[in-house]
């Protein structure tokens, strides 16, 4: 399975992510310049966390009018998944591929630690190897990271499983003590409502190897080939 | 490359403000720190600090009412992120 990882001036996990997928996971793997325009042959996109644009504006606002994201919109429409990780997972609601935005965190802090998070929903091409409950070890690495939607569009989320990981302690408590940013009802990840693309604040592309001391982050990138490859999600 | 006087008599020149604030309804912790600062430095009488922007533009178009439909268009697509902030604008003519 081919994947693009979209590098824009400012991404800076970008080699992180291609390191995963193509060392790790042994997939073919490529970069795409954000002034590229040609997404064919490609079966899964990666928008990484970094500071695209130096985070100027807002976070990912100018990066998604980089003329990559005409094609990144289409790709998705098309029903193809498409991970957005952290400025990644900003760039795709300012596309307004994900309902919400990231603010900045509630103590004004860059928050970098390995934190807990549940996976709310296991029926995602992202997560379907992943038990419903199943508590992860990601590393978080952010300034803006604190989710927000309005009341209404939250139900509609809810309803539709749109929300896929929440921070939690080690037990999988989502509690608001284990909230890192101030993220609405502990959100760190969130699909669209075809499922087919996610955003998430925590770095699985940082935790993926045992000389790391943590491999939780592979079970996202084994999740989505597992998805490509026809196997996965019901419905 | 088009400069100025090639233009001249045709359009005007108009410079632009934009104002962007959060929303009521979304916490700013920016301006509850410059608050709480300000009330450290015994300015007692601050009950709230709110954050925003101003962008300076300067917009070249043959109508007022043109300027202001762009401009308006560059608010909701880029400048203001309508899901947290809103936006005012004033236009004055050079």
């Known amino acids: ?235 | 490359m088009r400069y100025w006087k090639d233009c001249w008599g045709v359009n005007s020149m108009y410079y632009a403000r934009v104002f962007i604030t959060l929303k009521k309804s979304i916490a700013d912790p920016q301006g509850n720190a410059i608050k709480e600062a300000l009330l450290s430095m015994k300015y007692d009488g601050v009950e709230d600090v709110r954050m925003g922007k101003l962008i300076e533009l300067k917009l070249e178009n043959p109508t007022r009412e043109e300027a202001e439909e762009n401009l308006k268009d560059m608010c909701e697509k880029l400048l203001a992120n309508t899901v947290i902030e809103d936006y005012s604008y004033e236009i004055l003519e050079v």
């Open chain 1, 1 to 235: 399975m081919k994947f693009g990882v979209v590098v824009f001036p400012g991404s800076n996990c970008d080699i992180d992510c291609y390191h995963a997928l193509r060392d790790v996971m042994g997939q073919p793997t490529e970069y795409i310049w954000h002034k590229d325009r040609d997404l064919s042959g490609f079966d899964c996109i990666v928008l990484p966390g970094g500071f695209s644009y130096g985070d100027y504006l807002r976070c990912g606002a100018i990066a998604r009018f980089s003329p990559v994201m005409d094609k990144v919109i289409e790709f998705a429409d098309r029903g193809k998944p498409v991970i957005g990780i952290c400025n990644g997972f900003q760039i795709l609601t300012e596309a307004g591929l994900l309902p919400g935005t990231l603010l900045r965190n509630q103590n004004m802090k860059f928050i970098c630690e390995t934190i807990s998070v549940k996976v709310e929903n296991a029926n995602t091409p992202f997560t379907n190897l992943c038990e419903e409950g199943q508590v992860l070890n990601i590393p978080i690495a952010h300034g803006d990271g604190n989710y927000f939607v309005d009341d209404s569009t939250l139900e509609e989320m809810q309803v539709n499983g749109q929300i896929v990981f929440r921070y939690c302690g080690p037990d999988g408590q989502v509690i608001e003590g284990r909230n890192p940013n101030g993220s609405l009802k502990n959100i760190a990840g969130v699909c669209n409502k075809k499922r087919n693309v996610l955003g998430m604040m925590p770095h699985p592309e940082r935790c993926m190897e045992r000389i790391l001391n943590n491999e939780d982050g592979v079970i996202i990138f084994k999740s989505i080939i597992n998805y490509l490859e026809g196997g996965g999600i019901d419905g």
